[in-house]
Structure formats: C-alpha cells, structure tokens
C-alpha cells in the first residue's frame, strides 16, 4: 500500500517540478509574436473588464479569433496587471497568461490516475500519468504561451469520462474544449463514436445537450 502510494507521489512531483520550471521561465521564453503581438495586445483591449472588446477590429495583430475562454482570461490578466501596475510584458503578467497551460499539466496527473485506474489499472494509470506530466511537448507549448495543454486536458478529460460511463460529463468536457480553441472539433467525430459504443443514442443525446451552452462566444453574435 506505501509502495502503491509512493508511485502515485511520482508523477505529482514531476508535475510540480515542471510547473516550477515552467513559471521561473515565465518572462525568459515566449513567442513574440502570440503572446506579445496577440494575446498581450487582446489583453489591453479588454481594459479588464470586457472580453467582448478582444473582438474590435484593429485591437491586435488581427481579429481575435478564439472562442470565450481565452478572452476571459486574458481579461482577467488585464485586470490584475491594471490593479497591480505590472509591467505589460513582465513576469507577473506572462506568468498569468500562461497559468492555465502550466496547471493543466498538473490536473492530467489526477485525471490519469482516478480516471484510467478503474478502466485500464493502477500501472497502465501511473505510467499514463507520469508521460502526461513529463511531456516535452506540453511543457514547450506552455512556455510558449499558448492554449493547447489546457485543450488537451480537457479532450482527454471527455474521453476518460466516456470510458467511465458519464456522458454528460464527456459534454461538458468537450463544450470547454470548443470555448478554449476550435481545434477541439477534430475529436468531435471520435467522441461520438465512443459514445455510441458506450451507451447508444440516449448517452450520445445526453452529452449533446450540454456542448452548445459551453461554446457560446461572450458576444451575442
């Protein structure tokens, strides 16, 4: 049981450490043109209050065009660095921005070991967990300072919950994929097949229901 427990502490640990690394690298890597050029100038667009500004044409390098989630947080950034009078492209500011990539590389340890344990066992779950936590890739695109980590835990979070019989679950995880980035759409056609395999047409019916709502846009357009 303490050799079980040690294992699981494993994956938490690289995730902190990469979560680590990757805020103390906050303001020393990230690429000028989507993080200074677009996000940081969507940002000041927001004036901190309204994420439907991010859309103005003229506000950035070009239109914005990603669904809700990103608008409010970039607008919830704008709103501390106002508040706190940091530097537009400083440590505080960069290190918010990319917080939820950063995090999302930590809730996949959880979501692989509770959500794949039961399905696939305790093994299979912590090495899934570990490579999660571990991966180059998420890490470079978080230092980036882009979306993707946080899309990608969200699509593994639909899936996992399709395999462990939640469908409405599976709905809403997906809905938020859509509001983060519409590249979401390419596991839509997956998702529901695994749906239909799972629990037919009432479970694929139930997580349907809640996908809409999730991918409004904070305009009424």
Request: hydrophobic letters at 55%; aromatic letters at 8%; one cysteine or more.
């Amino acid at each position: 049981m303490a050799r079980a427990a040690s294992h699981e502490r494993t994956p938490y640990a690289i995730a902190a450490f990469v979560l680590g690394l990757g805020l103390l690298s906050a303001s020393l890597a990230y690429h000028q043109y989507d993080v200074v050029d677009c996000f940081l100038a969507w940002s000041r667009a927001s004036g901190g209050t309204s994420p439907a500004a991010v859309y103005t044409p003229g506000a950035g390098a070009d239109d914005c065009d990603y669904p809700p989630l990103v608008p409010y947080w970039l607008t919830a950034v704008e709103a501390v660095r106002r508040a706190t009078g940091a530097p537009e492209v400083g440590f505080l500011t960069l290190a918010l921005l990319k917080l939820p990539n950063l995090l999302a590389a930590v809730a996949g340890v959880p979501l692989c070991l509770r959500g794949l344990r039961d399905v696939f066992g305790a093994g299979p779950a912590r090495r899934a967990a570990v490579l999660f936590a571990s991966s180059p890739a998420f890490f470079v695109n978080g230092v980036w300072g882009q979306f993707d980590v946080l899309l990608a835990v969200l699509v593994l979070a639909a899936f996992v919950a399709v395999i462990n019989d939640r469908p409405i679950a599976a709905g809403a995880a997906i809905g938020l994929a859509l509001a983060t980035k519409l590249l979401a759409v390419v596991a839509l056609p997956l998702l529901v097949v695994a749906l239909l395999q799972r629990g037919g047409l009432r479970d694929a019916a139930r997580a349907a229901t809640i996908v809409p709502p999730s991918a409004r846009s904070p305009t009424s357009r």
